[in-house]
């Protein structure tokens, strides 16, 4: 079992930036790839960014690429995603979860934590 928390959400202006956390415990957090996703109100529940164990490789989706940097401290059992040149439609609930390989579609993930709120005005 693998328990994760995510923090750090809030409100920001367009153009702006916000750092999103992700703490872990239950298991050996360096084993597990980790990776960010997102659920708008009434949309589905999409990839953002997935990075491996050692943080050698990272992933994004196309929508995010160049404006957002996942990173990981295995020392502190945590998962960041840096947000910057945010947009309006960027708006959503943003969730980390756990895989074995970094994927990117809802289904290569595991457990999930409850999601912190990012919302970005226009």
């Known amino acids: 079992q693998v328990q994760l928390v995510e923090s750090g959400g809030g409100s920001v202006q367009a153009g702006g930036s916000l750092r999103v956390s992700c703490a872990a415990s239950g298991r050996t957090f360096r084993n597990y790839a980790m990776g960010w996703f997102r659920q708008a109100p009434g949309k589905v529940r999409e990839f953002v960014a997935s990075i491996s164990q050692s943080g050698g490789r990272t992933y994004y989706a196309e929508s995010v690429k160049g404006r957002f940097t996942i990173s990981r401290g295995n020392a502190k059992n945590t998962v960041y995603l840096q947000m910057n040149s945010l947009k309006p439609e960027d708006t959503a609930d943003y969730y980390c979860?756990?895989?074995?390989?970094?994927?990117?579609?809802?289904?290569?993930?595991?457990?999930w934590g409850q999601g912190t709120q990012v919302t970005v005005s226009s």
């Open positions: 979860a756990v895989s074995i390989v970094p994927g990117t579609t809802v289904t290569d993930f595991g457990f």
